[in-house]
């Protein structure tokens, strides 16, 4: 009999979120618990830090409130999230950026009953009431008030999922969910007192969640990431080493440049979680710290499954597998009417137990996809459909192959860009291929591959590899029609804030650069007077994904992000040796003074 695609982890332990921390602040009151810069918060002091709040909003903000939080890494942050889960209150992190329509839609939509940040990001109108927090401006919480959207019973937290825009896509998680992630979590990395965990990942992003409870609930410390650290691959293992980081969680195109170069030394980082992104290499054996490859879906709870890779290397060539499901996990892989596939076959990932969210705040949107589990399943009644195409081996192990969403039909034939893209990268030329469909004007669409060439054969480069020939090596391995009808060298790609490559802005750039070609010789077009200009400007277009940016626009304006910049940075160095920090970078108010920076920096420039 063939054995189907069910996988079980081993059986988890619950655990409590607040009750742990709060029981820290009584054993261990005067341990650290947050640094932020040069300032260190004991558990007590973070305590009564959070008191502080929890009093001023107490009869404003209760159970079940929704309480947007439009901070950054801070130890406000931290206070604010600590005083909501002490009101009972619906944590809802947007980040301290997230954007006027965004917040607007989470305003009409969501309608919370409260709404924290800096007085210039709130929406106008309403009682606002001053917090007593540590912070470089004014903090301020805005009361909405009014019937907010259903909320779950018992939701601890609530994320926007990456996908959401206009009308917000809200997972409600419960305190048992995350309780089980924790502990699960702790186990894992060896976390408690005098450990170092990082504060990093982006705030909107749920990872983040993981990391700052993992702190709060272990004895250990959280360390608040200077905004350089986040922008800057290099400058993070400096940051590492000098804050003596154990345990760090980072979004997938941040963490693959540190595994791409030689791995430092002296650095007391133990273990490093990773997620976001499928990752396309595995850790070399100078790599000192145990790397885990994480998989999950907000719906899930932060990580469902999990490939632990141990240091010394041995782990093979390309991209790891996601790996086995965590405690309290189940995974199915079944087919369009939800049956389990047998092992070694594609399907669907839909997966239940502990750690499986509430659902949305969107009573349809839950029953489209959290559904009924097929005869055969024992121990759960619901899962939740991922979308997310995987293939479980005969091991158990679960290999990642791409979106169900992303498939499309080209001359009839269903094609899995997922695949496309594993053919290109059997090339040794190719360090990372994504492929998308583009809608053509006599209708149906065209594959486009954008493929980022190996070291040594950067696009523009005279080792560069020639788009006919890599075309031509994927031919064996592609049915006629999966083979795409362009390919084009791509330095970076253009990422969204969560860390996914953006499809959409690559299509864009590449409908721009085809419809409305730059002419050479009208010199109305300006394209850069120095070398180093043009550069800027062509990576710039890279990474944004915009192929009209000019020199006179703005990176952060733009659509430039964090991890944008951070790949702008590394290319700098790469090209010109050039060390530059995020921060001078970010202040130059046009593309063109960036150049002029580069330039200032080049040792040619010392020299003349």
């Not at 209760?62 to 406000?76: E, F, H, M, R, Y």
């Not at 409870?213 to 272990?218: D, E, Q």
Request: net charge negative; glycine share 12%.
């Amino acid at each position: 009999m063939e054995s189907l695609s069910i996988g079980y982890g081993r059986p988890h332990q619950d655990g409590a979120v607040l009750d742990l921390f709060t029981g820290w602040v009584q054993r261990t009151p005067d341990a650290p618990a947050l640094i932020d810069g040069e300032r260190s918060y004991s558990y007590a002091e973070l305590d009564r830090l959070a008191d502080g709040v929890a009093e001023a909003l107490r009869g404003r903000v209760g159970k079940g409130d929704l309480l947007g939080v439009c901070l950054g890494q801070s130890a406000a942050l931290v206070a604010v999230t600590l005083a909501a889960a002490k009101l009972g209150a619906v944590h809802l992190p947007l980040g301290p950026r997230p954007g006027e329509r965004r917040l607007q839609a989470v305003a009409e939509q969501l309608r919370p009953a409260c709404l924290v940040g800096e007085p210039d990001v709130l929406p106008p109108g309403g009682e606002r009431l001053a917090l007593d927090l540590p912070a470089a401006g004014e903090v301020l919480a805005a009361l909405t008030p009014g019937e907010q959207a259903q909320v779950p019973t018992g939701t601890h937290y609530a994320v926007l999922t990456s996908g959401s825009t206009g009308t917000p896509k809200a997972v409600a998680v419960t305190e048992p969910a995350l309780g089980a992630l924790l502990h699960w979590y702790r186990e894992l990395t060896g976390l408690g007192p005098g450990a170092r965990h990082s504060l990093l990942i982006g705030v909107a992003f749920d990872p983040h969640l993981m990391e700052l409870w993992a702190g709060l609930t272990s004895g250990g410390t959280l360390v608040v990431a200077p905004e350089a650290v986040r922008w800057d691959a290099a400058a993070l293992t400096d940051w590492f080493r000098d804050a003596a980081i154990t345990v760090s969680v980072l979004p997938t195109p941040l963490a693959e440049p540190l595994l791409a170069r030689p791995w430092p030394t002296g650095l007391a980082l133990r273990h490093l979680m990773i997620g976001g992104d499928r990752l396309r290499r595995t850790p070399g054996p100078d790599v000192t710290a145990t790397v885990h490859n994480a998989y999950g879906p907000a719906e899930a709870t932060v990580a469902t499954t999990v490939h632990t890779m141990a240091p010394g290397g041995g782990h093979g060539d390309g991209a790891p597998p996601i790996g086995l499901p965590i405690p309290g996990a189940v995974v199915l892989v079944t087919d369009e009417q939800g049956r389990p596939v047998p092992r070694g076959e594609a399907g669907e990932l839909r997966i239940g137990g502990r750690g499986l969210a509430a659902g949305y705040l969107d009573p349809e949107l839950t029953a489209r996809r959290f559904v009924g589990v097929p005869p055969g399943v024992d121990g759960i009644d619901r899962v939740y459909r991922s979308g997310d195409r995987v293939v479980m081996r005969a091991d158990g192990v679960l290999e990642f192959h791409g979106r169900l969403d992303d498939q499309v039909k080209v001359s009839g034939v269903r094609i899995e860009p997922a695949e496309v893209e594993a053919a290109f990268e059997r090339d040794p030329r190719v360090r990372r291929a994504v492929v998308a469909a583009q809608p053509v004007a006599s209708g149906g669409v065209r594959l486009v591959a954008f493929v980022e060439a190996e070291d040594g054969a950067e696009a523009g480069a005279a080792a560069a590899p020639e788009p006919a020939s890599l075309l031509e090596a994927v031919r064996p391995w592609l049915p006629e029609q999966a083979v795409p009808s362009a390919l084009r060298l791509v330095d970076r790609y253009p990422l969204d804030a969560n860390g996914k490559v953006d499809r959409a802005a690559l299509l864009a750039a590449e409908a721009a650069a085809t419809a409305d070609p730059a002419d050479p010789g009208d010199p109305a077009v300006e394209e850069g007077a120095t070398p180093v200009e043009r550069t800027v400007l062509k990576l710039c277009r890279e990474l944004i994904g915009s192929a009209d940016l000019g020199l006179e626009d703005n990176f952060l304006a733009s659509g430039g992000n964090s991890l944008a910049a951070a790949r702008l940075l590394e290319s700098l160095e790469d090209e010109y040796g050039v060390r530059l920090r995020a921060a001078p970078l970010l202040r130059q108010p046009d593309l063109r003074a960036i150049a002029r920076l580069v330039e200032e920096r080049m040792p040619s420039a010392s020299l003349a």
